[in-house]
C-alpha cells in the first residue's frame, strides 16, 4: 500500500505569502494520478487540483500544483485570507489513500 | 448543479447498525463511480468503500471490510452505507463522494456536506 507523508504539517504564513505544500508517496503514483483537496473548518473537502496539475473548475489561478511518479507539490502564489485551511493530497492512481494533511495558518 | 445529500447519521450503540444514504442530482448518477470518505474528530480524511458505476464492483478499507457494504440503486440516483458492527473508533464524519469518471482511476470531485456518526453506549 502507498504511504503518503505530507510537509510541512503547519505551515505559518501571512496573506500575500507563497505557500508550497508537499506530497511524497512511498512509490510511484502512476504518473500524474494526484488530487490535491482544500477543506475549511466546519466545511467538507474541495477539489482544487487533478492530475497533479490541473486546476477544477472554479479554482483561482493562484493555485498551481505540478510534480509526478512520487514527488508532488501545492503552490499558493499569494496567500488570500480565505486560503487558509488543511489541504489533502490522495492519490487516485492504485490506491485512495490520503496524505495527512497540511495545515496553512495565519501567523 | 451537481448535489450530494447525505441522510442517516446519528448516535448508535457500539456493535449495532445503521444505514447512510446519499441522494444524488445533478448528473448523471449511473454514469459514475461513487465512494464514501470519512473523517473522525479532529483527524485527517480515510477512504472507506467505492462501487463503480452500472457494473457495480465494490471496494473497502481494511478496516470496514467484513462490516460495511456499500450499494446503489440507479433507478432512485442513490448511494448507500450499510454500517454493522460499528465501533467507537468508527465515529466520524461520513462524505458522499462522486467520482470523476465510472471506474479507476477517478478522483473526488464532488462531495457531500457530510452526516455525523457517532458510536457510543
Known amino acids: 500500500e502507498i504511504v503518503l507523508t505530507q510537509s510541512p504539517d503547519t505551515l505559518s504564513l501571512s496573506p500575500g505569502e507563497r505557500a508550497t505544500l508537499s506530497c511524497r508517496a512511498s512509490?510511484?503514483?502512476?504518473?500524474?494520478?494526484l488530487a490535491w483537496y482544500q477543506q475549511k473548518p466546519g466545511q467538507a473537502p474541495r477539489l482544487l487540483i487533478y492530475?497533479?496539475?490541473n486546476r477544477a473548475t472554479g479554482i483561482p489561478d493562484r493555485f498551481s500544483g505540478s510534480g509526478s511518479g512520487s514527488d508532488f507539490s501545492l503552490t499558493i502564489s499569494r496567500l488570500e485570507p480565505e486560503d487558509f485551511a488543511v489541504y489533502y493530497c490522495?492519490?487516485?492512481?492504485?490506491?485512495?489513500?490520503f496524505g495527512q494533511g497540511t495545515k496553512v495558518e495565519i501567523k | 448543479e451537481v448535489q450530494l445529500l447525505e441522510s442517516g447519521g446519528g448516535l448508535v450503540q457500539p456493535g449495532g447498525s445503521l444505514r447512510l444514504s446519499c441522494a444524488a442530482s445533478g448528473f448523471t448518477f449511473s454514469s459514475y463511480a461513487m465512494s464514501w470518505v470519512r473523517q473522525a474528530p479532529g483527524k485527517g480524511l480515510e477512504w472507506v468503500s467505492a462501487i463503480t458505476d452500472s457494473s457495480g464492483d465494490t471496494y473497502y478499507a481494511d478496516s470496514v471490510k467484513g462490516r460495511f457494504a456499500i450499494s446503489r440503486d440507479n433507478s432512485k440516483n442513490t448511494l448507500y452505507l450499510q454500517m454493522n458492527r460499528l465501533r467507537a473508533d468508527d465515529t466520524a464524519v461520513y462524505y458522499c463522494t462522486k467520482g470523476s469518471s465510472g471506474g479507476r482511476p477517478y478522483y473526488f470531485d464532488f462531495w457531500g456536506q457530510g452526516t455525523l456518526v457517532p458510536v457510543s453506549s
Open positions: 490522495q492519490p487516485y492512481g492504485s490506491s485512495r489513500t
Open positions: 512509490q510511484s503514483v502512476g504518473s500524474t494520478n
Open positions: 492530475g497533479a496539475s
